[in-house]
């Protein structure tokens, strides 16, 4: 079979390597569909510890089984689903306080950049999400990146406060400030790109051109913000976004930051003010089921971030479209 291996930065190949093997627990997908996510992009631009070349790339898979080793999930030959690209083990102590996030014994599959991958069965399993006709199965990749982006939002409890900075309007800030904005949130967007400033305004956002004008004259004009997402990698922002959120809100990083980043912050504002500093990392089963009911009931909103599309063999193409400001979602779709 054909598969796009990762063989160190700026190098990604596709070779013909052999069909996976089966083993107890396990099925063979055949691979629809793959998002191109921004760790993915990170990892050939830059390398990642957790994805050592020669290694397959791609987690936001949608496929078909079409193997399977156990005669008892015979009942899953030919259909198609999302599948996450790992959950948590259901046992340890954070899963069972509902932070499968957390879990350090997660189940994985490996990169889908290819075109049968092997999938520990639980992971469809404990989520059956199964495209139906609500959604299509390019759409249906955008389910792991915007389980991502609801497990963030859910960290935020808006219930306090709807008003809403998000910082960063590239395809996962766009996720977010989308899921919010149908949770009844007046959301604001902040990007350094022009170009995808004018992205964020086309999909109905208000923006904040940061060339122009910074966070905190912003917020001094129009008040203050009640949360604010980060899905940046800048930890520059970090301290001028507590500037301009009110006290007893929350941040949230929501964005990675390489490990030899610092971030500097007033602690003032954590004390006095009592505005929360939080995270936001991956997501729950619950996370990942919400996110693809979210996707039939408003494929219309989500389908606008699908920019381009690309085949396996053209995979060199989609990460440099990827990388581009005009797209936003990349996918990978194999027919
Ligand atoms: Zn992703
Ligand atoms: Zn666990």
Redesign the pocket.
Known sequence: MKAAIYKGINRIEIEEIDTPEMTTGTLVLKVDAVGVCGTDLKTYKRGHPFFQPPCILGHEVVGTVVRVNDASDGDLLGRTFAVPPYL?????E??KRGF?EL????VWFNGAFAEYILVPVELIRKTMAELDHGVNKVLATLTEPLACAIHGVKRLSIQDGRKVLVVGAGPMGLMISMFLRDKGCEVTLSEVNKTRVVKAQALGFLTIDANTVSLSEFSARNGKFDHSVIATESADIVQEVFNCVRPGGKVELFGGMPRSVKVHIDPYYVHYEEIDLIGSFGFSVQDFNDAFGELKIRHETYSKLITSQFTLDQIESAFEAAMRPENLKVIVSMH
């Open positions: 948590g083990c259901g046992n340890c954070f899963c499968s879990c350090k014994n997660k």
